[in-house]
Every structure is written in structure tokens, then in C-alpha cells.
């Protein structure tokens, strides 16, 4: 059988490539600049701000930055949520040849610390209920200058009163130094530096550094190029497929994450399509940011579909707006994907929810479900100019089509390397016979005869069961079809008899109550569809199950439990 897409004839036979620009992400940026001067590139609390005015202010940005000594090859760490501001910045210091190092404003103290030691960090960008810890460190550190964001910086006149009334009263303000700034006094620092900006950034060079979630290890350094994402974004447009300047995009993933950096706002603004900028996302107020926005486009790990499904005040939204519903950032169960997809066609939109697959050291997504086609737990076909492959675990050998193995990708967008750790980028990008260059993701995987892919689990989560290997994706995917069970998660536990056992926390619908009928349901449930050695040990209801960062379910703490 051969696969029909805009970009795929079939995974052994003719592929569509794509050119790659060998030039700056701002470079890339301007030509939608030069393109759409009028559209709406940001929208942000009922404020708008156009492609021209974007440009006008990474242009005056990146002269504040030459002006308080940023010199391109340092490094400047942005420690925002979305904002305009964020933005701002990261285009800035990529048009001046200078490098964004983006974590996440909730991480801890010593976290924070570290990212901006080992990154050699010269300068901040941080928002203001952050403030209080990096007081706390800077004098530990090399950077020379804080730059301090409130949310209502760039919010509407209005908005930004009401804000200032209120919930600003309570932050954090930033004492005005020689080190600490605000973002509106930085803006003004433009005028200091009238010279000309040299634009010689080229595909190779670094553009940023991203880190991995650190839930199955200590948090690395990702350094990601600029041709690297530059690609990620052609590739998505045509991956994707039917996307134009005419598209609106809810960017509720943060720019600290892959998916949300790449797809959720560069990939948006190339196109010289809308971005929304949530900075903050609440389950209780998302049907208020699509009442209000209509976007046409939605990317999202599966913990906002659950979001979808548990708002209360869903029951007669209309969603006919919508074109394009992608998942990533972690593995989304069949049963959570049904019960989405239903919730689409009851509210109007005929659209399904695309699985996509991906990893930081990828940028982003490498794959995604073709348009109008869904093969049960599938993670689709490979980008163009991505090439896929199923490895026996730590070795180099192909395994036959349906094996579990390895997934192993190669494609123009991968990493340079980890930061500071050469022995762990060597065990990960390994020269293979075929002479490409392949990562090798950590996580297990199948592919059949036409080229899907199919995700099983980190390889690290694989359970060994009295001998045999037990998979807790699958064990998850046959809990989440019982009717009342919203999601799960399943861990491997000690076990006496064997070894290590399956233990399934559970999350039910709203208002379905873990009774002693329904656990023997789910029970009777679970004995028919997994063999004995699959069959959890125990099964704990919650109400929610906890999140890392970057919005994935933390296995480490329900070890911890």
C-alpha cells in the first residue's frame, strides 16, 4: 500500500525535499515582515500588535542589547512565560548574532541558578514574580543586567489599570540599578547605540538553548541552530498542510518548550499568521480563550485536552472555527484521543486530533498523522526530509517491520549537542553504517510496512514483569477505554513475586466516583484485555495527576508515592 500526503509517496519510495535557508530565524521572520506589514502578528489581552510594529520593536530591542554590551556569541537568558516581550527579545538577540537560553519562570531557585551557570548567562529577561529569586542568586553569578517584565507591560490601557489595581499591587517591582532595569527604561537604552547591526548569523550557528524536562534525569542543555528550526517550521507548514497568513494560532505552549518555541509562535509568524500569546492557561477559563479568539489552529500536549473535556462550561460551545488539532509533548492514549475527537464533532468541528512525536534534541515534532487519516496509536509519518528507523536498543542494528526497538531519527533539525557534555552527546548522535547521522531518541517504538511510526514508551519506563517486558502505554490505553476514566498513568512498583509490577493511577470524568461497583468494573475490565503479568497490582484514583513544567505527567513523583 502506498501512502497518499502533500509531502510523502511512501516511507521506501520518492520523498518530497524542501530547500533551507542558510540564514538568521530573524532573518526568515522579516520575510513575513516584508510580506504582511498589516496583518496581526501578536494578539495579547485585546491588544494587537502588527507585523511592522513587531519589526520596529526587535529592531530597537536588539539595539538596547548592543547598547548595555550584549556582543553576538554571549548568551541571554529569557525566564518569561508568552508575552510580546519574550518575543521581542528572542528576535532581537538572534538578529544581533547572540544567543537565548529559555527556562521556565516557575523552576526553582537553584535551578535557575545552575541553567544560568552553565549557560555563562550575561544578562536576564525575567517577569516579575520571578524577581524574588533572582535577587537571590545574581551575586552568585556572571550576569550584569536584569531586565524586569510585568505582565500588563504590553497589556491595553484598560487591561493595564485594572491589572495595575490589583494583581500588580501584590508582585514584585523592580528597584532600578546598575544591574536591575526595567523593561520599558532597557527599551529606552535603544538611543545610546546609532551604529549599524552587522546581520551575518548563518544556518550553523547556535540560536538558542532549550532543556530537556529532566524527568527521567538531570535536566541538559539543548543547543538548538538556526537553520535547524528554520527547517522545523518549512517542514510543519508542509506537514501540517492548508495553513496561510489567514490562520490564527492559541499559543499556550511557552516558548521554553520545543513545540511551543518552534511551532507555537516561529512557525506561526513565517507564515505571517496571528499568534495568541496565553501566558498563563487555566482549565477553568478555556472556554473563554476560544469564545473569545476563535482560533483555527491548536497545538497542545494531552493534558489540554483533558482541559477540553473537563471545563464545565464546554456543554454548547461552538468549535466549527477550528481546521487543524495537533498533539505532542507526550504520548496521547487512544481513549483520551475517541473521547477529544468525539467532543469535536458534538461542537462543530469535523477535524480529528493529529498525533505528532517529537523531542527537544529534535527541536520539536519530526512526525505527524497525515490529514484525514488515523491508524489506532500511530504517531504518523516522518516530516519531509526526516527519515525514521527502529533500532535494537543500544546498538545500531534495524529491526523488522513491527519490532519493538529503538526510534532512531536523522533530519536537518536535530541538536549541534548537549551543552557542556560531550560523552552524553556522543552516546546520543551516533554515526550509523549508512553514514547519517542518527539520534537515538531513548524511546521504544514500531513501524510497519508503510512507514508509520508507532510511540510505545520512554525506554526507561519499560517494566520487566516476571520476565517479560510489560509496556504501561498499553496498560493505559486499555484503562482509558473503560467508559468514566478520563486518563492514566501507569509506573512499575517492587513486587515480591515479580519483580516489578504494574500500579495505575487513575483520573475519572467528571462526576463519576471511584465506588466499589466501578473498581470491580474497571477490574473485570482490565483482566479481559491484559494478560496476568500486565494486570496492575493496585489502582489509585485521583483527582488530577501531577505535571512537570513543561505540562507532562511526572512519573517521578508518583514513584515517589
Known amino acids: 500500500m502506498k501512502v497518499k500526503t ?18 538568521s530565524l530573524y532573518t526568515q521572520l522579516r520575510e513575513a515582515i516584508k510580506k504582511y506589514p498589516d496583518n496581526v502578528a501578536l494578539k495579547y489581552f485585546n491588544k494587537d500588535t502588527t507585523y511592522e510594529q513587531l519589526d520596529i520593536k526587535i529592531r530597537r530591542c536588539s539595539h538596547a542589547l548592543i547598547a548595555n554590551g550584549v556582543r553576538p556569541g554571549d548568551v541571554v537568558t529569557i525566564c518569561m512565560p508568552n508575552t510580546p516581550e519574550c518575543v521581542i527579545m528572542f528576535y532581537a538577540l538572534n538578529r544581533i548574532g547572540a544567543v537565548a537560553s529559555i527556562i521556565h519562570p516557575l523552576a526553582a531557585e537553584n535551578e535557575i541558578k545552575r541553567y544560568l551557570e552553565i549557560s555563562d548567562s550575561k544578562m536576564i529577561l525575567v517577569i516579575n514574580v520571578a524577581l524574588e529569586k533572582i535577587e537571590n542568586i545574581i551575586s552568585d553569578t556572571r550576569v550584569f543586567k536584569v531586565i524586569v517584565v510585568t505582565p500588563s507591560d504590553s497589556m491595553p490601557i484598560v487591561k493595564k489599570t485594572a491589572y495595575n489595581q490589583t494583581v500588580a499591587r501584590l508582585s514584585n517591582k523592580v528597584k532600578e540599578s546598575a544591574r536591575f532595569t526595567s523593561w520599558k527604561k532597557f527599551m529606552r537604552s535603544a538611543e545610546e547605540y546609532t551604529g549599524k547591526i552587522n546581520e551575518k548569523v548563518v544556518g550553523r550557528d547556535v540560536a538558542c538553548i532549550l532543556y530537556s524536562g529532566g524527568t527521567t534525569g538531570e535536566p541538559k542543555g539543548i543547543l538548538l541552530t538556526n537553520k535547524g528550526i528554520n527547517a522545523i517550521s518549512i517542514q510543519a507548514v508542509e506537514a501540517i498542510g492548508n495553513l496561510s497568513d489567514q490562520d490564527s494560532l492559541l499559543a499556550i505552549l511557552p516558548m521554553f518548550h520545543g513545540f511551543g518555541l518552534a511551532i507555537g509562535v516561529h512557525t506561526t509568524l513565517c507564515l505571517g499568521a496571528t499568534d495568541v500569546l496565553i501566558p498563563q492557561f487555566s482549565v477553568n477559563t478555556f472556554h473563554r480563550l476560544l469564545n473569545k479568539y476563535e482560533p483555527t489552529v491548536i497545538v497542545g500536549v494531552p493534558t489540554l485536552f483533558e482541559a477540553l473535556l473537563k471545563n464545565k462550561h464546554m456543554k454548547n460551545i461552538d468549535l466549527s472555527y477550528l481546521r487543524h488539532i495537533i498533539c505532542g509533548g507526550d504520548s496521547l492514549s487512544v481513549g483520551l484521543k475517541k473521547r477529544t475527537d468525539a467532543f469535536l464533532h458534538e461542537h462543530g468541528c469535523f477535524e480529528q486530533v493529529r498525533e505528532g512525536y517529537g523531542l527537544t534534541e529534535t527541536v520539536t515534532a519530526c512526525t505527524v498523522m497525515p490529514t484525514g487519516q488515523y491508524r489506532e496509536n500511530s504517531i504518523g509519518l516522518p516530516f519531509p526530509d526526516v527519515y525514521v528507523k527502529i533500532v535494537k536498543p543500544y546498538t545500531q542494528v534495524e529491526v523488522a517491520y513491527g519490532e519493538v526497538g529503538e526510534i532512531c531519527v536523522a533530519t536537518v ?33 514500531t513501524m510497519d510496512k508503510d512507514g508509520f511510526t508507532y510511540f510505545k514508551q520512554r525506554l526507561k519506563r519499560m517494566i520487566i514483569s516476571s520476565g517479560y517486558n510489560v509496556y504501561p502505554q498499553f496498560i493505559e490505553n486499555i484503562i482509558d477505554e473503560f467508559d468514566g476514566v478520563l486518563m492514566s498513568t501507569v509506573i512499575g512498583v517492587p513486587d515480591a513475586y515479580r519483580g516489578m509490577a504494574p500500579k495505575a493511577f487513575v483520573v475519572l470524568k467528571n462526576k463519576v466516583k471511584p465506588n466499589e461497583s466501578f473498581k470491580r468494573a474497571l477490574r473485570e475490565h482490565c483482566r479481559k484485555n491484559l494478560a496476568k503479568y500486565e494486570m496492575p497490582t493496585r489502582f489509585v484514583f485521583k483527582k488530577s495527576l501531577p505535571k512537570t513544567l513543561v505540562g507532562k505527567v511526572n512519573y517521578r513523583e508518583l514513584e515517589k508515592e
Open 6 to 23: 502533500p509531502w510523502y509517496d511512501s516511507y521506501k519510495g520518492m520523498r518530497k525535499h524542501l530547500r533551507y535557508p542558510n540564514h
Open 413 to 445: 533539525g536535530m541538536m549541534v549537542g548537549y551543552l557542556n557534555d560531550e560523552l552524553e552527546t556522543a552516546r546520543v548522535l551516533q554515526r550509523h553504517r549508512d553514514g547519517m547521522l542518527w539520534l537515538h531518541t531513548g524511546d521504544l517504538g
